[in-house]
């Protein structure tokens, strides 16, 4: 049959007939549609990982935005390169050099359409069906969608309060190749990991690099957290510590600057940001030109920096007030690390809580988190959820605190589950 | 060997050896190249599809990104959902109507970065290895790449002063169906067609839908230049003509406010366009929520339809010259259609000339076009080049054609090539 008919009367095509096997089963991500699920409603949401619209610095970025179109319209409304405007790839570059990122002489930047992009741009340039990658176990749930799609087998490793226990990494590694598996790349969050906020101490990464080496691993250091460090605790980037070209870096304007401007950004060895520049022609020819321009003459004022600033004082203040809560309306039996910079806390509550199946309870509560199975390669985390407090006012993030805790509670009932 | 060295004493990875199979020989768009290779040289470009930068709305959009950042900035600044800001989706449904496109119940809008984004999404969305795609010939080089990316096989039919020989369409389908290829595709520039300026009239399209429903294919109708036709011819879009929501139409910002903002979409059947959300969250989640706000409130303002008015205006004028400067420059023997709108012109050279050749000794006597080859999908066009008119100021233009009949007339006797 080559149309059918959709109830209103016209005749149309059989769409599903249509689609690609590599889309025909994609799966949204959770945490997109609980933003869409929650749109309109007046849901408290900690699912998102949303900068507190509070630290935008809007009086600044107006300024900026008129001047840039006035005085440099020509260029800034223009077509650009896809590689990014040049000058401001060299403010990134002074700006990672300033935060203590090491740019090899044999390194480029390319600019991407926040750093989803590049993750995904990396994975398809370097993942081929049946190539294995290791990852924390939790890790970033849309690098997991985006490998999964190219066909990735993933190696979980498990964290602990110190994010990746590296002394297991060696002995996983060993495991899988006997098992015929063909790692090839390890993807790390090691700087106020997503989604717990632990941070890896320098002895971690120096091993984590060693065994990179020994079998030839590349690495992924997916850094957009960094800046917000909370507490008196000091990491070298992984990038900084690489003597072997091995480690690529990705970071992004998104937390320290505004998400709204779409720009992330991959540092790497120069031929492999050539390869990923030429799929980036292909997927969307540049990023934003005026969001470039912006983002430089922020960097260049300062105002860049200033964000920063604010936004770790305003989120230290909204983690204790995050740790507090939880200290005091979860039942007993949750756990969490303490986050010790970033935008999230990964709680794990009672066994045989399903978190995803409680969702629908907690938004009908008013309150939204994404359930902790996303952040797992292997389907674990059934029990655990994500919970970000960087978006929401202090009260607020209180009272959603207080709800989640609440909806467990109701959810635990219902079941006939015991806090232990 | 796990490392080798670099040459400048430091170890590195051997990159090459971690490419994936799909990208290790992805090879550069020309235009790009042609771009990298002319920065920050004095070449007048005749190469890209940039507008002219004097039909930019500066003062307008440094106005109206200002009054967005400061009043709207909450959510100017912040995340915003896949398929795009909901207010500018209704805009730009509201403003195709405006142009005569038919938007039905079931169709939908999804915002994409720039309309490379949609393009590449769609063949990622639909394209299997070894789906046969009907293309003009020739046709815009960069969906050609994609689609060649994704594994498409192609069908090209000849165009004339009319565009795509549509009288051709079926026999070339049967064909192809007969030496087991599967057609189920037209990709069309039906209107100001990239890269000759030809315009489809409507028997020809209608017929073209004819044999699309016959042989159930989609129609992509790519549309960034229908809003500058110079001359009197009426059309009425593909997607108007459809009643079995087979037309996917694409179109852009680019063109009539400013492709620094880097602004597409797609209009199409709901579900497809809900693959294609699924599909954009992994590539890059969503495209800048400032750029959407600042078109949303440049469509309502009237500034996009006093822009595309003053750029219908300057490039005709700019048409006419280029005309003009092709019938005095070009050496006996060359061909063109008169552009009957949009921005290019494609002109085919005597015999024997090679123009991916003698693009160097243009670039080298300060002018840039893109050789004609990159337009076909089976290498023809060899002796052919794209020449973009809406760029440069018309003096530049017309010195830019002068120095291309020069490069033209050296090139031949350097070879020996007579003029026909």
């Known amino acids: 049959m080559l149309v059918s008919n959709n109830g209103i009367g016209r005749a149309v095509v059989d769409i599903t007939g249509k689609l690609s096997r590599s889309t025909r089963n994609l799966k949204a991500s959770e945490v997109r549609e609980i933003l869409a699920l929650t749109e309109g409603k007046r849901v ?41 405007v040049r000058p401001f790839r060299e403010a990134v570059m002074d700006f990672l050099r300033s935060k203590g990122v090491k740019v090899e002489s044999d390194d480029d930047v390319i600019v991407t359409t926040g750093s989803q992009e590049a993750i995904y741009l990396l994975a398809m340039t370097i993942i081929n069906p049946g190539d294995t990658i290791i990852v924390e176990s939790p890790t970033y749930l849309a690098a997991l969608n985006v490998f999964r799609y190219y066909g990735a087998d993933f190696v979980s490793v498990p964290i602990d309060e110190n994010g990746m226990r590296v002394e297991l990494l060696e002995q996983k590694i060993r495991e899988a190749i006997q098992k015929g598996l063909k790692p090839k790349l390890i993807y790390t969050v090691a700087t106020c990991h997503n989604p717990t906020g632990v941070i890896m101490p320098n002895e971690r990464r120096k091993e984590l690099l060693e065994v990179a080496s020994k079998y030839d691993l590349l690495v992924i250091e997916d850094d957009p957290y960094s800046f917000f460090v909370f507490d008196d605790i000091s990491f070298t980037h992984l990038k900084t510590l690489d003597s072997e070209g091995r480690v690529i870096y990705l970071s992004t304007f998104s937390k320290i600057l505004a998400p709204g401007l779409r720009l992330g950004y991959m540092l790497a060895n120069r031929q492999l940001v050539r390869t990923v520049e030429l799929a980036k022609q292909m997927v969307d020819l540049h990023s934003s030109t005026l969001s470039q321009y912006i983002a430089l003459y922020a960097i260049r004022e300062g105002v860049v920096d200033k964000t920063i600033q604010r936004a770790r004082e305003a989120y230290k203040v909204k983690r204790d007030v995050l740790v507090e809560s939880l200290k005091e309306y979860m039942p007993k039996g949750s756990q969490w690390y303490k986050p010790r910079g970033g935008l999230f806390s990964f709680v794990y509550l009672p066994n045989g809580i399903d978190t995803s199946e409680m969702l629908q309870m907690a938004i009908d509560k008013g309150v939204a988190y994404v359930p902790g199975k996303n952040f797992f390669s292997d389907g674990s985390g059934t029990n655990a959820m994500r919970i970000n407090f960087s978006y929401l006012p202090a009260d607020k993030l209180r009272l959603g605190i207080k709800l989640i805790a609440e909806t467990v509670m109701s959810y635990m009932k219902s079941k006939g589950i015991m806090a232990s």
Chains 1, 2 share one sequence.
């Open 44 to 84: 408290l949401s900690l699912a998102g990982g949303l900068p507190g619209p509070e630290v935008f610095p809007k009086d600044d970025l107006a300024r900026i935005a008129s001047r840039v179109i006035e005085e440099l319209g020509d260029s800034a409304l223009q077509y650009s390169p896809t590689l990014g």
